[in-house]
């Protein structure tokens, strides 16, 4: 009688598995541009579309958003694609000779 127990307790380990375990979805990042009265709204344009991948009314509407408000957001990605958009949309604005900012901030 004792063997039958300890078959019964041996199953019902065997039936206990663990749920698999779901990763976690990395951290997104918005990429922002800052308004400044210098960087011609034109060249803010160009920036949107030549980076961000936006046709010309998107990025007209997403200009006109950051000159009234003073900042905006140009796309959501993880940090190694926001950190490279960042810098390739600053070192393109000082190659312009324009001061307008890019940074990005945790979404």
Known sequence: MSDLNIDQENEQELVVSEAPIKPKRPP?????????????????????????????????????HIHHRGIGVCGVYSKDVAESKVQIVNDYARHNQHPLLCSMEKS
Not at 32 to 45: K, Q, R, Y
């Open 28 to 64: 997104l990042y918005k990429v922002i541009l800052l308004n400044d009265d210098f960087t011609p709204m034109d060249f803010v344009v160009d920036i949107l579309k030549r980076f961000f991948g936006m046709n010309e009314d998107k990025a007209t509407q997403i200009m006109l």
